[in-house]
């Protein structure tokens, strides 16, 4: 049998219990009238740009979203740096004062106004032509825009300074890419030849495939689906642009979502990890055909992941 003094302990813990109700109902209403408050942030539209060494004076813009206020942030210029092949230290590939410098910025501060979004880092760029000295880089990194503005996602861009006199300088760049799907249908997507930054007869296909497309170039870490395709070396400083071969078997950089993944050609209902896929420049010279098709192989699944082909067609961009 409960006691008063039960009853009145029991009614006691109650009033408590449902107070404590009532708060947390009444703070959690609170919140929801709360507005949201977005952060300002400074970025840049791409962590990658690419310029050819006459090119002259470039702008490279820096943008900010969401600042109701003027404020100041502060960059610098990073030299460039690669790793020498031979010795497997990292020597300069890109000096200010040498093969680029930065234009009315020698104190590196930027400041906005209330009201503007955007703002322009000049750099002028050293023109060699004439003489092969392989591409060269420098980074732009925003270092701090203060404590009321945080930093974005691309808070610095790095610069290649392309050689106006590497080999492949005619075939570089981006092209229409256009395939059937095995699974699919007809596909057209965006590939690009990227200078392999040591060797003048080697490029990297940035988006070898229609779901893979621009993964090389975001500079996303751990979206590296590059592989690479090489041309024949005449000499030194001539290649034989009529052809490329991309090897099969290739694995990408970077898995996807935990896969290894492997470039496999393929021709009717037989498919190889062996061999190349072959393209032979086009009669008009704009532009490539493959001789095989090709696709992604998952091996751990035994599965495919995308086929195109039988046949591969590229169309230079203008």
Not at 84 to 109: L, M, R
Request: hydrophobic fraction near 35%; aromatic fraction near 12%; glycine fraction near 8%.
């Amino acid at each position: 049998m409960e006691t008063t003094d039960d009853m009145k302990a029991m009614k006691k813990n109650i009033s408590i219990i449902l107070s404590a109700a009532l708060a947390l109902v009444a703070l959690s209403s609170c919140d929801r009238h709360v507005p949201y408050t977005e952060i300002p942030f400074v970025y840049f539209d791409s962590p990658n740009i690419s310029v050819y060494e006459d090119a002259g004076e470039i702008e490279i813009p820096v943008k900010v979203k969401g600042a109701t206020s003027a404020f100041s942030l502060t960059f610098e210029a990073v030299d460039g740096r690669k790793k020498d092949a031979a010795t497997g230290s990292f020597i300069p590939n890109g000096e200010k004062g040498v093969d680029y410098n930065i234009v009315d910025n020698d104190a590196s501060i930027i400041r906005f106004n209330e009201g503007e979004t955007e703002k322009i880092i000049k750099a002028s760029i050293k023109d060699f032509t004439g003489t092969l000295t392989g591409n060269k880089d420098f980074t732009i990194k925003i270092l701090n825009a203060g404590t009321e503005v945080s930093l974005g996602g691309f808070s610095s861009c790095k610069v290649t300074i392309i050689d106006n006199d590497h080999p492949l300088k005619k075939v570089l760049g981006s092209y229409s890419a256009s395939g059937e799907d095995y699974f699919n249908g007809h596909k057209d997507w965006t590939l690009t030849l990227v200078a392999d930054p040591d060797d003048y007869f080697k490029v990297w296909i940035d988006g070898i495939l229609p779901d893979f497309e621009g993964d090389y170039l975001s500079g996303v870490e751990g979206r590296n689906h590059a592989v690479y395709a090489t041309f024949n070396k005449i000499n030194e400083t001539t290649a034989d642009l009529s052809s490329f071969s991309i090897r099969a078997g290739q694995k990408f950089a970077d898995p996807y979502q935990d896969y290894d993944i492997q470039i496999v050609s393929f021709s009717g209902s037989s498919y190889s990890t062996s061999g190349s896929v072959v393209f032979t420049a086009n009669s008009e010279g704009n532009g490539f055909s493959s001789s095989a098709g090709f696709g992604s192989y998952i091996p751990a699944e035994n599965q495919f992941f995308q086929l195109i082909g039988p046949v591969v067609t590229l169309v230079k961009k203008q």
